[in-house]
């Protein structure tokens, strides 16, 4: 790990303050993938800024039935607060579906969404890198990628500068973005507001960033709107517990008369971000409430599916997951047999 | 850059000076020689190093030492009092919830955090209703709740029944 | 069994558990050696093959609280002897990807990880071969196998009863480049005192290690001390030395004070050995009823250019059933790896997942009950050595286990049980593993009160050695535990091998009870039956086999019973429940016994859904290298698990009855689910591990 300077501020406002004048320097949340990542050499900032305790851990209650969540609010506490449980289940369940009980006691709602890829090309400094190392290539692309993109990735060879195939791991980003959540940052120029869709990208031509934030840009809270249907995640992976995604989903449905009235669909698993399902929303709204349909809304989203050599299987899987979490939601339970 | 701090372990303060790059688990392990935490990955996958920060189980491997402050770390060590062991010690020995024993102080924090999550209502991933007030720790809810603890020798099998007793004393399981 | 049943078979607390639940039993890393430890560091090869090129040290050199970089140019020469990958920077030549190349030593762990980083190397290097293929032209015959097993088997005209046979089956299967990964990481931390070097290590038997470290650095034995009471974990990767106990001596001797290396979890995937990837091509031919009339088990495995390690992968085909004609073969590609070793039940666990899962699709075959195939071909003889058996009672095992897992009834049809979105099945296996001890030397001494110490250099790698010894020790002696003190795990008690083969119990305890026979033996002839009050000290031998091994064929059985569930959304797999059945001799503790079997058997549901490292063959690395992504069953992996035994002991074995426990539990378990989870969905997964990606391919979706 590379040397680097500890530093807590007074208020976001002068951590804020001290990152933006250090050009090699990062925030420090809940710790849990940074400090992963230095051990790894894959980040190696000279000055961590402690914001765990600074940013707020509360949890308040929005006019419209949303709430604001702390950028500090942890994982754990996040999962267990009971507007959360009972407004958006999703969300927790979401929350409860990654990592284990002891990371999210210390994972933060900001650091969540800023979590890092768990590709092996991109944690081990030894092997090629575009996100890692800008321009030294892509080894999953041609490699080990079981695990990887079936959406958005920017295929160009290996050797491309622009390569990239990887997915992102947060479980609890997918949930945000099913519920457009809104990410609230403070930076040198002030604060903004970013619609959540708007905060993770695609690799496009410079996969070494995650997102749109700019250095020095801190969370300090997320914005979660009233939701006001059913919703559920469910995740899909290797093993019963603790372990990423191969593929989640993040849905609500709002059935009226047998007819879909809203959706908000999200996909984890799959992207370099997590993956709104807009085609299949658009498609499902207005149609009925049934599994014919659910099967075209995710069948019309998957349509630009671009699977790599070893990770088709996320295609079939991810239909079959999205169909029946929208056949959970609307209450029915239609027995398939196996194909 | 070394810092100087002071940490208090188990009741007992130690004030050391750390490089800020110093997790907790080296903190305790190499610095203090307070061994009872075990280093099984070094990255947060395993839950050996697990140990209770205020009370919340974390993994102390991915908690730097400068960042701990005041707060109080609590070893399985810890949490014999008076050198009498805890409820959690003894159920492990007698449903021989461990082979190697080397996860297992890991193991007993965490089991002691979930009985703490549990008395207050926390649900896990596989609890049916999210909304409930109440939790029960079935086998399946203290599975779940465990999987942060690697166990390479598979003693989940027991580890399971030992944590049951624990919670069913404790009124978080019938 | 004769006198010993007064402590052997209880169920006894461990009595290491106190310490080990609070975390103050020592492990390697935690002893005392008495001064400040400084910390040691690698630098690995990032390539498979070639020679370093270019290696500079200054920048780590220089940086504050580095004490040495170590490197082929400076590095203390070793004794020449050294086998595989143990003569540590040596050379510049590189041989597997992760080779230590270089090696700092600081005064703290931060500053020794931090000075690798800058340390650059170059490499000339030539591309890697790590693909194992059943295709390749330089697959070759080994001599002979691991453990002196012969390389090849053939009895009868296999090829012409297979093209003869009413019923056959021809598949193959494949298992994945596995890693033991035990949650305490190798450890050595080491000490000289002028030529005397202690070292504090975590390994399967001090012995084990010393003769190395003998070679290495040109001592006397007597000069060589290596202790380790306390061992988180091994599965065979500690059983032999590897580069960090040389690397710690060495780096010590340089130092002039205490140095210790932990690896890291990712070196875990390249220092201490895995256990090799299988191809295994199983042919079984049968008459109508099920009578095997021929089996052939042919394995490619690899092994590394440095060192031969030939995994005896289909041994336990040569005693398991009854066919005229059987032949078995081993074969070998030398690639660019990290020497393989020994992991738990080397050759039965990869081996046993081929043939029972043949037995089983040549049970679909038939329509035949698969308990019922296996019952029709049990030999009454050793099929291959022509022996009689010591004792065996795998039939017994099988019934027992289908009584309590409630198999009777079971519809053959597979696919067709739901409960809500799951799929349902069910499947069985069989287990076997050797029965076998080795020499082992062990002093009893009494004092005029009448206290035992009981000193053997075995190991309690989680095994419950510490326990079960001294309850044998307490019955030989015919006294109480708590007047018997034991000391294991340390080189400078009488000799014994290291745990492993499941020869521990059998070896150590042997000892135990020979030499107690000669202490109360003096007692009663020269002393009256009371110790003297200057007490008495006496040594004894287990010279090694049994009498009985070379006329009687010993093994250890057992049958498992799963139920697999398989979401027919997702492909996701969950074993709820199983059965598992020993005829393990007699059980010395049935309480650390159970946890035993426990173990192995979720091992192998752990090797059946989870494990296998996976390699780039174009960079020559385990992608996976870690425990996020190389993944071992969590306890949410783990169902409920019926763990029981037969009450049969084995007398030509040893005099306890024992078989050995270690490694029967993972024998076999793979491949119960495998056929339970064709027995959910109607599809044979043939390659390891069954995750959820593989249902889809299977379904021909992806």
């Keep these: ?339 | 850059m070394d810092s100087q701090i002071t940490l208090r372990v188990d009741g007992a303060a130690h004030p050391l000076a750390v490089d800020t790059r110093t997790t907790l688990l080296d903190a305790l392990r190499e610095r203090l020689r307070i061994t009872s935490p075990k280093k099984g990955c070094d990255h947060g996958q395993c839950g050996a190093c697990t140990v209770l920060l205020d009370g919340r189980r974390v993994n102390s491997c991915l908690v730097l030492a400068v960042t701990v402050g005041d707060a109080e770390v609590t070893t399985s060590d810890g949490l014999a009092v008076d050198d009498v062991p805890h409820a959690l010690h003894r159920s492990f020995v007698e449903h021989d919830a461990f082979q190697c024993g080397y996860c297992t102080p890991g193991q007993v924090c965490s089991a002691a955090g979930i009985l703490a999550e549990a008395r207050a209502g926390w649900p896990s991933a596989v609890t049916p209703d999210v909304a409930a007030d109440t939790v029960e720790l079935t086998d399946d809810e203290i599975r779940e709740r465990m999987s942060g603890n690697l166990c390479r020798c598979a003693a989940y099998a027991n580890i399971v029944p030992a944590v049951a007793d624990v919670a069913r004393a404790e009124g978080v399981r019938r | 069994m004769t006198t010993m049943d007064r402590l052997v078979g209880a169920g006894v607390d461990r009595i290491d558990g106190p310490a080990k639940v609070r975390g103050t039993a020592p492990y390697a890393y935690e002893q005392d050696p008495g001064e400040p430890i400084a910390h040691l560091a690698v630098v690995q090869s990032t390539v498979n093959r070639g020679r370093i090129s270019r290696l500079d040290p200054s920048r780590a050199e220089a940086l504050p609280g580095v004490l040495a970089v170590l490197t082929p140019a400076n590095a203390p020469r070793l004794g020449k002897g050294l086998a595989s990958d143990l003569p540590v920077l040596q050379s510049l030549d590189v041989h597997y990807q992760g080779q230590v190349v270089a090696a700092v030593v600081a005064e703290t762990s931060e500053i020794a990880k931090a000075a690798v980083g800058a340390i650059a190397v170059g490499y000339d290097a030539e591309p890697p071969d790590v693909a194992l293929s059943p295709d390749r032209e330089d697959l070759y015959a080994p001599e002979k196998l691991m453990a002196g097993f012969a390389t090849d088997s053939i009895i009868g005209d296999v090829d012409g009863a297979l093209a003869a046979a009413v019923v056959s089956i021809d598949a193959t299967y494949e298992t994945p480049t596995q890693h033991h990964n035990p949650i305490e990481m190798h450890t050595s931390m080491a000490r000289w005192d002028g030529d005397s070097l202690t070292l504090w290590d975590a390994d399967q038997g001090p012995h084990n290690i010393v003769n190395d470290l003998v070679t290495g650095f040109g001592l006397d034995a007597g000069q060589v001390r290596v202790i380790s009471p306390y061992v988180g974990g091994a599965f065979g990767s500690k059983a032999f030395t590897h580069p960090n106990q040389m690397l710690a001596a060495m780096a010590a001797r340089v130092v002039g004070r205490t140095v210790v290396y932990e690896l890291t979890r990712q070196q875990m995937f390249s220092l201490v050995g895995h256990r090799t990837p299988t191809i295994q091509r199983l042919r079984l031919g049968a008459d109508p009823e099920g009578r095997l009339t021929a089996i052939s088990h042919e394995v490619v495995e690899h092994t590394a250019r440095i060192a031969e390690f030939a995994e005896q992968t289909a041994t336990p085909t040569r005693v398991l059933y009854a066919a005229p004609h059987r032949r078995t073969t081993h074969r070998l590609a030398r690639l660019d790896v990290p020497p393989p070793t020994i992991m738990r039940a080397p050759g039965e666990t990869p081996g046993m997942f081929a043939l029972e899962s043949a037995m089983d699709e040549l049970a679909v075959v038939l329509g035949l009950d698969p308990v019922e195939l296996r019952i029709r071909n049990e030999p009454e003889r050793d099929p291959e050595r022509d022996l009689p058996w010591s004792t065996r009672n795998l039939v017994e095992c099988l019934r027992t286990g289908a009584e309590r897992f409630g198999w009777a009834g079971r519809d053959l049809r597979p696919g067709v049980r739901t409960e809500g979105r799951w799929l349902v099945g069910t499947g069985v296996a069989s287990a076997t593993y050797p029965t076998r001890r080795r020499k082992a030397q062990c002093r009893i001494s009494v004092d005029g009160a009448g206290r035992y110490v009981v000193e053997i250099d075995g190991s309690d790698i989680g095994t419950g050695a510490w326990t079960a010894l001294t309850q044998i020790a307490a019955d030989a002696l015919g006294t109480d535990m708590a007047s018997v003190e034991l000391r294991i795990g340390d080189s400078r008690l009488p000799f014994a091998g290291g745990a492993g083969g499941s020869t521990g119990l059998a070896s150590w305890g042997t000892a135990i009870v020979f030499t107690a026979r000669d202490l109360r033996k003096q007692l009663d002839e020269q002393h009256g039956g009371q110790p003297p009050a200057g007490g008495l000290s006496v040594d004894g031998e287990l010279p090694g086999e049994s009498p009985h091994a070379k006329t009687h064929s010993m093994h250890a059985y057992g049958a498992h019973f799963v139920e697999v569930r398989v979401d027919r959304d997702s492909g996701e797999v969950r074993v709820p429940r199983a059965t598992s059945v020993y005829d393990a001799g007699t059980i010395v503790n049935a309480k650390t016994a159970r946890s035993q079997l426990l173990g192995g058997f979720s091992m192998g549901v752990s090797m059946a859904l989870h494990e296998g490292s996976v390699t780039d063959e174009r960079y020559g690395h385990y992608v996976n290298h870690d425990l996020a992504e190389y993944h071992v069953a969590t306890n949410a992996d783990i169902g409920e698990i019926d763990i029981s035994w037969l009450d049969v002991d084995d007398q030509l074995a040893n005099p306890i009855g024992l078989k050995g426990i270690g490694e029967i539990g993972i024998t076999g378990a793979a491949a119960a689910v495998a056929n339970a989870y064709w027995h959910a969905t109607r599809l044979r997964i043939r390659d390891l591990p069954i995750t959820p990606d593989k249902y889809f391919r299977e379904l021909g979706e992806s």
């Design chain 1, 1 to 339: 790990m590379r040397e680097f300077r500890y530093e807590r501020a007074a208020d976001p406002a002068a951590a804020v303050a001290l990152l933006a004048a250090a050009p090699d320097g990062a925030f420090l949340g809940g710790g849990t993938n940074l400090v992963d990542l230095m051990k790894l050499g894959v980040a190696t900032p000279d000055v961590l800024v402690d914001v765990r305790e600074l940013t707020s851990r509360e949890v308040a209650d929005l006019p419209d039935g949303g709430l604001r969540i702390g950028a500090g609010v942890p994982n754990a506490d996040l999962a267990a607060d009971r507007r959360v449980r009972e407004r958006f289940p999703v969300l927790a369940q979401a929350l409860l579906a990654g990592a284990s009980g002891q990371l999210r006691n210390r994972a933060t709602t900001g650091g969540n969404l800023l979590q890092r890829t768990r590709c092996g090309y991109f944690t081990d400094v030894t092997k090629p890198c575009n996100k890692r190392s800008p321009g030294s290539g892509c080894g999953a692309l041609e490699g080990v990628h079981r695990n990887h993109a079936i959406l958005g990735q920017t295929i160009a060879g290996s050797d491309d500068p622009a390569t990239c195939v990887t997915t992102h791991p947060s479980d609890m980003a997918v949930a945000m973005v099913a519920l457009d959540a809104v990410v609230r940052v403070l930076g040198p120029d002030g604060e903004r507001e970013i619609p959540i869709a708007e905060l993770h990208r695609l690799p496009g031509s410079d996969p070494s960033r995650d997102t749109t934030l700019r250095h020095g840009e801190l969370v300090t809270a997320i914005d979660v709107p009233a939701l006001g249907m059913p919703s559920r995640y469910r995740k899909v992976r290797d093993r019963a517990s603790f372990a990423f995604a191969l593929v989640s989903v993040a849905a609500a449905l709002d059935v009226r008369d047998g007819v879909v009235r809203d959706v908000r669909l999200a996909l984890g698993g799959v992207a370099h971000k997590p993956w709104r399902a807009s085609a299949a929303e658009y498609v499902l709204r207005g149609m009925p409430a049934t599994e014919a349909s659910f099967a075209a809304a995710v069948e019309s989203e998957l349509e630009a599916a671009t699977p790599l050599r070893d990770n088709a299987f996320k295609v079939p899987m991810a239909r079959n997951v999205v169909v029946r979490t929208l056949l959970d939601l609307a209450g029915r339970d239609t027995e398939r047999e196996l194909a």
